[in-house]
């Protein structure tokens, strides 16, 4: 039996239109990223990965080529199905860390929980935050709204919000950027820690050093990516295991 991707683009194109001006952000990209994986996307300024990102997290349709998520072709769904799919395997966490300040660092990671299909008792969505909030380490705030807290501590909460929906993946578009280096290094260790404990993570950085911290290296340039060699052998050793 062969492992199945969890995500897989294939010859994948992305171009914005915006008055008469048609951008090419991406066009002709293959990637599989498995149960496991800790891959980092990186490349220079404007290359595209941000787009590559929001293309993943199903929050822009691809403009050619197809995408399936746990095998389901993406492109055949719509809107409220793709929805459902998004907040079901994936889980987002950006650089600026898109709390809400009205509400305490507990609601914040309860309130993707609360929009779920079926949904999910008080209970359960009061036992998944406390288990996140553990997860990183943050439960002693869970009371304090996020302004009370530090930017390295509430990009914490923002993981532990992803964690609690349980995704196949988490997408991570440069967690570090509003941190100070200090903090940076805490957040970075922390998502080396949750792929250990086998969470999926693909993250988008432009910092090489932080790129390091992934198993696997995407380097775009000019909307493609310049490395296949090192994806292709890795989908195929992870074909190769499953066997
Ligand atoms: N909504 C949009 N409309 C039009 N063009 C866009 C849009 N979003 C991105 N682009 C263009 O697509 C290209 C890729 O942008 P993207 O944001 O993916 O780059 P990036 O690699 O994330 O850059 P950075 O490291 O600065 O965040 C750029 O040329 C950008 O101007
Ligand atoms: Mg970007």
């Not at 399936?68 to 793709?82: H, K, P, R, W």
């Not at 987002?92 to 929980?113: M, R, T």
């Not at 967690?175 to 993570?201: C, F, H, R, W, Y």
């Amino acid at each position: 039996m062969q492992a199945k991707p969890i995500i897989e683009l294939q010859q994948v194109s992305k171009v914005y239109t915006s008055d008469d001006v048609q951008t090419h952000a991406l066009s002709d990209i293959n990637l599989k990223i498995y149960k496991g994986d800790y891959i980092a996307i990186s490349g220079p300024s404007g290359c595209g990965k941000s787009t590559l990102l929001s293309l993943m997290g199903l929050l822009d349709d691809i403009s050619g080529g197809s995408y399936q998520i746990e095998g389901v072709d993406t492109q055949s769904l719509d809107m409220d199905t793709q929805a459902e799919l998004r907040n079901l395997h994936i889980g987002f966490i950006f650089q600026s860390f898109n709390l809400i300040d009205e509400l305490s660092v507990f609601a914040n990671v309860a309130l993707p929980l609360q929009y779920r299909e079926p949904a999910l008792s008080k209970a359960e969505i009061a036992e998944r935050v406390e288990h996140a909030l553990g997860q990183v380490e943050i439960s002693h705030r869970a009371n304090h709204k996020p302004n009370q807290l530090s930017g390295g501590q509430q990009q914490r909460v923002a993981i532990a919000r992803a964690l609690a929906g349980t995704p196949s993946i988490l997408l991570v578009d440069e967690p570090t950027g509003n941190l100070d280096s200090k903090n940076g290094d805490a957040v970075m260790a922390l998502l080396a820690e949750l792929n250990e404990q086998g969470t999926t993570i693909c993250m988008v950085t432009h910092d090489p050093r932080y790129a390091g911290y992934a198993k696997k290296q995407v380097k775009l340039l000019d909307g493609k990516i310049i490395n296949t060699d090192n994806i292709q052998t890795t989908a195929a050793s992870a074909e190769l295991e499953a066997v």
